[in-house]
């Protein structure tokens, strides 16, 4: 893991392809996009003009005929008319099937892109550089793409596998703190479902976690795509184990609904757990110690551990809709112990809220 060279992660599957963890990496993006492919769509957000038309002048310089995307910031990027937008650019500029789409930006951008290339022509060549923390470490790995709807998160997607992933650290250097710190709640996901090393390196050091330089932040964008190349390597289309890399969304995903996609996914991704963790310990399923473990790890992080008491009856709501939910039987991943996940299914309606009562404030 040194801070000069490229470190390659290969995710397993039917067309297996390869995470690059390094700095400049943008000259690899060729290789990434396959002999075949002689336009490029360059989707990129508002924030990210420069950094996209910089990708894109790359590309003609390189000899593909590259036009540019711009889409809103934010989760205004998830929805259906800017994937209708992404479609029209495609059609004007008459993209075949051995074209392909290129992804700058956060998860916002790659589960967008991601699925303007699932659905394009029934599926075309998708190469994600992620610029959070957040997308390098879970959005762009994985092939799940999604849109947003009126009714929640995720709605709407594909499973889409990119045909590789370009995590330029680099990119790191603009991101606001605030947006590496949520990105960091999936890396300590990763650590309660799957790794603990990275609970003990956060609990070492949190504020190195904050420094976008520091080799720690590298040190943990490696172990978290591990852990989720291993599991998408298992389990692509979400049957089973993948549920896994689902800790803390159940609730998270509603929180989101509730502040209309204007909180932070980490942030929402982070009360969720520390629900998941309290729900666990009321079953008899988690020691007390590791839901404590969950408050003082986010808690350094300055990650939010609460929320408000009066939203409980629409965040049931919501969590009907989760993607885990079968028929009207709610289910959770739960934590027997740290990297030891399970599943709880349709808990007592008094236990939830119970579990809810301890995480919730005025
Ligand atoms: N598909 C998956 O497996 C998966 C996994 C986790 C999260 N997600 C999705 O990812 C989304 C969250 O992604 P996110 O946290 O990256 O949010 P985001 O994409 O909204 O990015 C956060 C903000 O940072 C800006 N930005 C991006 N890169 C920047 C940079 N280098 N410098 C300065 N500003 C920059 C963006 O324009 C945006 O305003 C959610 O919609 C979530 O559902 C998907
Ligand atoms: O990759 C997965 O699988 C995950 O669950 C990772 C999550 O961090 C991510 O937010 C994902 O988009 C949630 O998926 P969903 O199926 O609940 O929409
Ligand atoms: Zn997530």
């Known amino acids: 893991m040194s801070e000069s060279k490229t470190t390659r992660i290969t995710v397993a599957g039917e067309r297996p392809y390869d995470v690059l963890v390094g700095r400049g990496l943008l000259g690899e993006l060729p290789g990434m996009l396959g002999g075949e492919v002689r336009k490029v769509l360059v989707v990129h957000p508002r924030a990210l003009r420069a950094t996209g038309e910089a990708v894109r002048e790359d590309l003609v310089a390189a000899g593909y005929e590259a036009v540019a995307a711009e889409v809103p910031d934010d989760e205004d990027a998830k929805s259906a008319q800017v994937a209708a937008f992404c479609w029209g650019v495609l059609g004007q500029a008459s993209f075949t099937r051995t074209d392909a789409v290129v992804a700058v930006g956060g998860g916002t951008v790659t589960d967008l892109a991601g699925f303007v290339a699932a659905t394009w022509l029934r599926g075309v060549r998708v190469v994600h550089v992620p610029t959070t923390l957040l997308g390098m470490v879970d959005a762009a790995v994985g092939g799940k793409t ?216 005025d």
């Open 146 to 361: 999604g849109l947003n709807t009126a009714e929640g998160k995720n709605l709407v997607g594909a499973f889409h596998p990119p045909a590789g992933v370009l995590c330029d650290l680099a990119t790191l250097e603009t991101l606001p703190r605030n947006d590496l710190l949520a990105g960091m709640a999936e890396v300590v996901k990763c650590g309660f479902v799957a790794d603990p090393v990275i609970l003990e390196r956060v609990e070492a050091d949190p504020d190195a976690v904050g420094d976008h330089a520091s080799p720690l932040v590298r040190e943990l964008v490696e172990r978290a795509v591990a852990v989720k190349a291993d599991v998408v390597g298992r389990d692509l289309r979400d049957t089973g184990d993948r549920e896994v890399l689902n800790y803390g969304h159940t609730l998270g995903h509603a929180i989101e609904l509730s502040e209309r996609f204007a909180w932070r996914h980490g942030a929402a991704v982070s009360v969720g757990m520390v629900f998941a963790a309290e729900l666990a310990s009321l079953a008899g399923r988690l020691d007390r110690s590791v839901v404590d473990r969950h408050r003082s790890v986010l808690g350094a992080l300055g990650l939010p551990l609460t929320y408000r008491g009066d939203r409980w009856p629409q965040l049931l709501q919501a969590m009907g809709r989760d993607k885990k939910t079968r028929g009207d039987r709610l289910r959770f991943v739960v934590l027997d112990d740290v990297a030891r996940p399970t599943r709880l299914e349709g808990p007592d309606p008094s236990l939830l809220a119970a579990a809810y009562a301890s995480i919730s404030r």
